[in-house]
């Protein structure tokens, strides 16, 4: 796996929007303040042309959002990409998207939610290492939860073990002044849906937004089979969490992905609170889970900090990793010793 090189003090964070843009005033305010808070604590920021401009879901045309986007991959000054929002058109702009050039510029990139279209692609066709966490969105909050700080500090190469959060934002908040913080109201719960006491899984990290990873299933785009022979050795922690799928789409894109191969070298999946969920049978969500891939006999993790329901943990594309869940609570522990032997870290 190529591991992109790690942030420093000086070095130019590129924000852009390959799906959606902004240009709400609430939101406009917090893209002010982020890039504000960035530079306060030593990064400049370089923003494209799309970032502030939006129209029937899209920042820009596919090709417009693709050159903006390898505009600063192959910019030697930007060393880390964050996307400004999610949507629902990003993966209009894959043919457009250059992928030899990703991996001969590798740059570490950061969305969620539709921005799977990226990081996804980025890891299985380029090899590039990419995070799965908030967009650049979070960094506009006046007091940063310790997920955001965690995502910035990943990102400076400081991988220290993360773990659980306490509470979580069980409703999207409509902002008001732009600045505002999570709104945090319920309990985190991490279940075990087989009724195991622990969980313990090792493998490489490969997931991100299953209403998008569905789409991208047997598309030109579509890398994971090789991905997963390359690194079969390891195997593959899936982590997966859905926006707005209801238990029946659930069960039948794990299903699809399943007969595809996606899941043959598997060795355990770790899924995030559902956004949306409903069910037309009265299927929990844990118990769809299961229904879909109970039989696979590998450990099954629920409820996790991943996606759209904040805070989120800070999950790499392609890094080796170790997963604990026990009466202590959850560990993700990441191991780049055999990604980058000589580098530092």
């Known amino acids: 796996m190529i591991v992109p090189e790690f942030l420093k003090k000086g070095d130019v964070i590129g924000v852009t929007a ?3 843009g902004i240009m709400e005033a609430a939101d406009l305010v917090r893209l002010e303040n982020a890039k504000m808070n960035l530079e ?3 990064y400049s920021v370089k923003e494209t042309p799309d970032v502030r401009k939006c129209l029937h879901g899209r920042s820009d045309s ?8 390898m505009g600063l991959i192959t910019d030697p000054e930007v060393k880390y990409i964050v996307s400004a929002a999610g949507g ?11 992928f030899k050039k990703i991996a001969e510029f590798p740059k570490w990139f950061q969305g969620y939610s539709d921005n ?11 090899d590039v290492m990419t995070v799965y966490a908030g967009n650049f969105s979070d960094y506009g909050m006046a007091d940063w939860h310790k997920s955001v700080s965690r995502h910035l500090d990943t990102i400076a190469g400081h991988l220290e073990d993360q773990h659980d959060y306490q509470m979580y934002e069980a409703e999207f908040q409509d902002r008001i002044t732009g600045v505002e913080g999570f709104k945090l109201t319920e309990q985190v719960k ?4 087989d009724g195991s006491n622990e969980v313990d899984m090792s493998g490489r990290l490969l997931g991100g937004c299953l209403d998008v990873l569905t789409d991208l299933c047997g598309t030109a785009f579509d890398g994971t089979k090789n991905f997963i022979r390359s690194t079969a050795s390891d195997g593959i922690i899936w982590y997966l969490e859905s926006f707005a799928l209801p238990s029946e789409r659930l069960e039948m894109s794990l299903w699809h992905l399943r007969q595809a ?3 043959d070298t598997a060795k355990g999946f770790v899924f995030g609170r559902p956004c949306f969920f409903s069910s037309a049978y009265n299927v929990e969500f844990n118990d769809a889970v ?12 629920t409820g996790a900090d991943i996606g759209h329901r904040p805070p989120r943990l800070t999950m790499i594309n392609g890094a080796l990793a170790k997963i604990k869940l026990n009466e202590e609570g959850f560990t993700l522990h990441y191991d780049f010793e055999a990604d980058v032997p000589d580098r530092e870290i």
């Open 62 to 69: 596919a090709k417009v959002r693709a050159e903006e986007f």
């Open 261 to 263: 191969g996606w899941f």
């Open 290 to 301: 299961m229904n879909a891939l109970g039989d696979m006999n590998v450990p099954v993790i």
């Open 190 to 193: 991490y279940f075990i849906p």
């Open 18 to 20: 390959p799906s959606a």
């Open 40 to 42: 306060e604590r030593g």
């Open 116 to 126: 799977t279209g990226l990081t996804y692609t980025m890891t299985t066709l380029a």
């Open 88 to 98: 629902d058109f990003l993966s209009e702009m894959l043919p457009y998207i250059n």
